[in-house]
């Protein structure tokens, strides 16, 4: 079965500042993909990023890279700059590759101070 | 390209009825998956639709059901609503072959009296 650990139930970072959000994730399947969301409050998930299992590069895309250490298996989430809309709840999932069934961890609530 | 539509956005239901939430993915995403998310559980998957057919199922009773239409427009039906039911349900679309990301709609906010 496939497990999703968010260590972290709230954090705070001053703006423009860097933060990471850690995941660690447990699977005994070579191919999966793991992602990152981030929940406003108003609910809705938005898709952040991706990195999948055989990539040799860690993914980025603009303000947010994915910390991917496969031996360790974590893939841990870096915001550069924080702004004050990065405020919201981030999800980390993950899920093997020919199943869309997507497993969440709990979820990391990210307070960004002005 | 427009974005996941989930109608209606808000239901309040009483015990024992039944509920259809509706989902309309992206234009030309195959799969549709449902998800419900409560404080206490967190995001827990449903099942999974793709070309009309259920490929993946989580682990809830078989009060829960879906279906997807041809033109992957996909319903979610709960029956003799619980309580615990209580939840926002989050619908999200995808190609569907091998691994992509998932792109959800606003969610449906179920609340059962």
């Known amino acids: 079965a496939q497990k999703i650990t968010q260590t972290q139930p709230g954090m705070f970072v001053q703006e423009k500042e860097a933060v990471t959000l850690d995941c660690t994730y447990d699977t005994s399947d070579p191919s999966y993909g793991l992602f990152w969301y981030k929940q406003p409050s108003s609910g809705e998930m938005i898709f952040l990023i991706y990195?999948?299992?055989?990539?040799?590069q860690n993914a980025t895309e603009g303000r947010y890279s994915l910390n991917f250490q496969k031996a360790r298996k974590s893939a841990n989430l870096v915001i550069s700059a924080s702004q004050l809309g990065d405020s919201a709840m981030y999800f980390c999932?993950?899920?093997?590759?020919?199943?869309?069934?997507?497993?969440f961890g709990s979820g990391t609530k990210l307070n960004v101070k002005p | 390209k427009a974005g996941v539509t989930q109608t209606p956005r808000y239901l309040i239901k009483t015990r024992g009825q039944q509920v259809t939430l509706s989902c309309s993915p992206i234009?030309?995403?195959?799969?549709v998956s449902w998800y419900q998310q409560t404080p206490g559980q967190g995001l827990q998957f449903l099942f999974e639709?793709?070309?009309?057919?259920?490929?993946n199922k989580g682990n809830f009773p078989g009060r829960f059901s879906g279906r997807q239409f041809s033109n992957s427009r996909s319903e979610m039906n709960v029956s003799t609503l619980e309580l615990g039911d209580s939840a926002l349900y989050l619908c999200a679309s995808s190609l569907g072959e091998s691994l992509h990301e998932q792109f959800f709609g606003p969610g449906t906010r179920l609340t059962v009296l």
């Open positions: 234009s030309g995403h195959r799969s």
């Open positions: 999932a993950m899920s093997r590759y020919n199943f869309n069934k997507f497993y």
């Open positions: 639709y793709f070309s009309e057919t259920q490929r």
């Open positions: 990195q999948g299992s055989y990539d040799q």
